[in-house]
């Protein structure tokens, strides 16, 4: 895997590229965007951009990495204000990460990040007797159609999608609240516990809090 990182601070760089080089990663550093043809951009798989708290730069350089790299994925890094993560995600950005977050947090991040990016679009996901029709937003088994609201399909084709693995609440959250859109603090258990209500009503399995760190359908 190929990343990218654009950031003013030769230190910081060089951190990140420690960190991402222990994860597998193969990674560049770009200090001036005057240089960015010199830069392998178009292979990258992942642009991490930390720049300093100048928020009209950052927006700069979202746009320039969306357009030089469109199929990578874009990730800010900094202290910025609130409006300033919003236009970055407006912009094109995965996600606005703090700057002085640690290299474990970190790398988890970029996995789950890279890990939604390579699902698969399959138009139809079965387990445990649930089939997901993705194209009519339909599940059916034995017994007939499950009448879930929006949000609880979204959330169970998640989990018949990798059902037997363990999913990060911040992944799920990242899902079903994409695009800048807010959710109350407690609208993932809310959802969560009544899908679990309907899943038991019809026997398909359940689905299994980890504690500290997410939720796992077994089917």
Same mark, same amino acid.
């Given at each position: ?5 654009i ?6 760089l ?5 960190i ?8 560049r550093?770009?200090?001036s ?8 951009l178009a292979?990258?798989?992942?642009v =991490? ?9 950052l927006?700069?350089e979202i ?5 030089a790299a469109?199929?990578a994925?874009v990730?800010?890094l900094?202290?910025f204000s609130v409006d300033?993560?919003?236009?970055a995600?407006? *912009? ?5 990460? $703090? ?10 991040r =970029?996995s789950?990040l890279?890990r939604?990016?390579?699902? $698969?679009?399959d138009?139809?996901l079965?387990a445990g007797?649930?089939? =997901?029709d993705?194209?009519?937003?339909r599940?059916r088994d034995g017994?007939?159609? *499950?009448?879930l609201?929006q949000k609880?399909f979204?959330?169970l084709?998640?989990? =018949?999608r ?8 911040s ?6 609240w ?7 603090d407690?609208?993932?258990e809310?959802h969560?516990?009544r899908l679990r209500?309907?899943l038991?009503?019809r026997l ?8 500290g ?7």
């Open positions: 895997m190929w990343c990218v990182l950031g003013d601070d030769d230190a910081v060089q951190r990140l590229a420690r991402f080089r222990e994860c597998g990663w193969q990674s550093s770009m200090i965007l005057a240089l960015a043809d010199e830069e392998p292979e990258a798989d992942l =991490v951009i930390c720049t300093a708290a100048v928020e009209d730069k927006e700069g746009t320039f990495a969306r357009g469109p199929a994925i990730l800010a900094g202290d300033a993560r919003m236009r995600l407006a *912009l094109g950005a995965a996600d606005y990460l $703090p700057l002085n977050l640690s290299s474990r947090v970190l790398s988890a =970029v789950a890279m939604l990016r390579r699902e $698969p679009d138009d139809v079965t007797g649930l089939r =997901v993705m194209q009519h937003r599940i017994a007939g159609e *499950l009448a609201s609880e979204e959330l084709a998640l989990f =018949v990798h059902h037997g693995s363990t999913l990060t609440r992944e799920l959250m990242e899902r079903l994409s695009g800048g859109a807010q959710a109350e407690n609208a993932l809310v969560i516990s209500r309907k038991r009503a398909h399995g359940r689905i299994t809090t980890v504690r760190v997410g939720y796992r359908l077994d089917a």
